[in-house]
């Protein structure tokens, strides 16, 4: 079950220290001339929303396990 825990907050820092740069540097690009730039840090972005993804699927399988240890 800690790890669950750890793995639940993870995506925190996450978030804030790696995709928040990239948010920012989305939302600074012009609409009007958006181009290779903008679809090479959408692109990151996807990436890094699914390991995002990823650490909230392994914390659930870790409460999953944690329960499924208990149950035992």
């Known amino acids: ?3 669950g825990a ?4 993870l995506p925190w820092p996450w978030t804030l ?3 928040m740069p990239v948010n920012k540097a989305l939302l600074a690009i012009d609409p009007d001339r ?3 730039r903008s ?3 959408m692109e990151q972005w996807g990436g890094l929303h699914l390991v ?3 650490l909230g ?3 659930v399988l870790a409460f999953g396990w ?3 240890d208990s149950l035992e």
């Open 34 to 36: 958006a181009g290779a």
């Open 66 to 68: 944690g329960l499924f």
């Open 52 to 54: 995002r993804t990823g």
């Open 57 to 59: 699927a392994a914390a």
């Open 1 to 3: 079950i800690l790890a």
């Open 39 to 41: 679809r090479v840090l």
């Open 6 to 9: 750890v793995l639940q907050l």
């Open 17 to 19: 220290f790696v995709i």
